[in-house]
């Protein structure tokens, strides 16, 4: 611990106005209340203590801590010994336990489906809406392309890098013998340059 | 002041059960006003010092069984005090959402209403301009100026290197004459 003199030299280099303020205390406490604190708090800690039941009596009133805790009442003479075999005879009384709490588990099902069932067809509302709107921006494009010129589709694919990918062809539906005189009619050269240019085709559904 | 027993046989009190607690209630007569100025320079008002001293001691008796004897009583008791002090600080922030200089000026307006505040008096201007300090200045500035302690003790308490400390009571002090000066 510093002594006050050299508190109050260090203090004078740093500042001559703080030091020769006055050293006067200025907050008052209540009357008493330093002698009483101790005493206060000494109860307060046994409050949060976890107190024998003697000791807590004690405390809260030591006359009737120092009366004889003996119960005054009495009991018929063999009344314990005679008890037990009384408790063996009887038909114990069957208790339904779960009647209130099963009810519960019902409502609690019932709740769950019910808040289940809402959000399902929210979400299915939810979801034809959307389906709509694709809808509609697909028919708007079916709508729109035979009004483009040939000069505008070309200079779009021109403008577009990615190459255009060839579904495959289903031929679902087609007759075998329909397609053996489509075939018939084609060489076996145009055959040849058609699969030269398309080395991805690929021909599904054929039976 | 009247005399107590040291630290050492105070600690050797409390830790046998059949003394414990007048060992403690002893340590709590020795300790209780200088903590509790301390802790009253911080939140100024007497019912939330009280409730900060409390706890205090409610700490000091579940932990001076583990307490370290390398260690001063003294800088043990004071780093709670203080800590305490803060925690409650900012938990009145907490309670209001606002900043430091918010609940600074909550404390210089309970100042203002203690009902012997007297402007014209220096000592209570010294009191505005501490509650006008930062939170770490405003402590070096009560530990050194009232408490006396020395930066060695400060720096346990504290735990911040003597060095700094020095650098914020130099603060601390400036910007008290600074306020004295100006107001």
Known sequence: ?207 | MANFPDDNELLSLFRESSTKEKGYTLLVKKYQEKLYWHIRRMVVDHENANDVLQNVFIKVWKGLDNFREDARLYTWLYRIATNESITFLEQEKKKSSVSYDDVSSALSEKLVADKDFDASKLEWKLQLAIQKLPEKQKIVFSLRYYDEMSYEEMSKVLETSEGALKASYHHAVKKIEDFILNH
């Open chain 1, 1 to 207: 611990m510093s002594t006050r003199k050299d508190i109050s030299s260090e203090l004078s280099d740093i500042s001559k106005t703080v030091a020769e303020l006055p050293f006067k205390p200025v907050f008052t406490v209540p009357d008493g209340y330093f002698d009483e604190f101790p005493l206060k708090m000494m109860e307060k800690i046994r409050e949060t203590e976890d107190l024998d039941v003697d000791s807590e009596l004690e405390m809260i009133s030591p006359l009737l801590a120092s009366l004889n805790r003996k119960t005054p009442f009495t009991v018929p003479e063999g009344y314990f010994s005679q008890l037990e075999p009384q408790m063996e005879q009887a038909p114990a009384k069957v208790v339904v336990m779960h009647k209130t709490s099963r009810l519960r588990i019902w409502w609690a099902a019932a709740a769950i489906t019910a808040v289940l069932g809402f959000f399902s067809w929210f979400y299915i509302i939810n979801s034809n809406n959307n389906s709509e709107g694709l809808k509609a921006v697909s028919f708007s494009i079916s709508a729109e392309l035979p009004t483009l010129s040939e000069t505008e589709i070309s200079s779009y694919l021109e403008a577009t890098p990615e190459p255009i990918q060839i579904e495959p062809i289903s031929l679902a539906g087609v007759q075998e013998a329909d397609l053996d005189a489509i075939m018939n009619e084609i060489s076996e050269s145009e055959l040849q340059q058609f699969i030269n240019e398309n080395p991805t085709f690929q021909i599904e559904n054929m039976n």
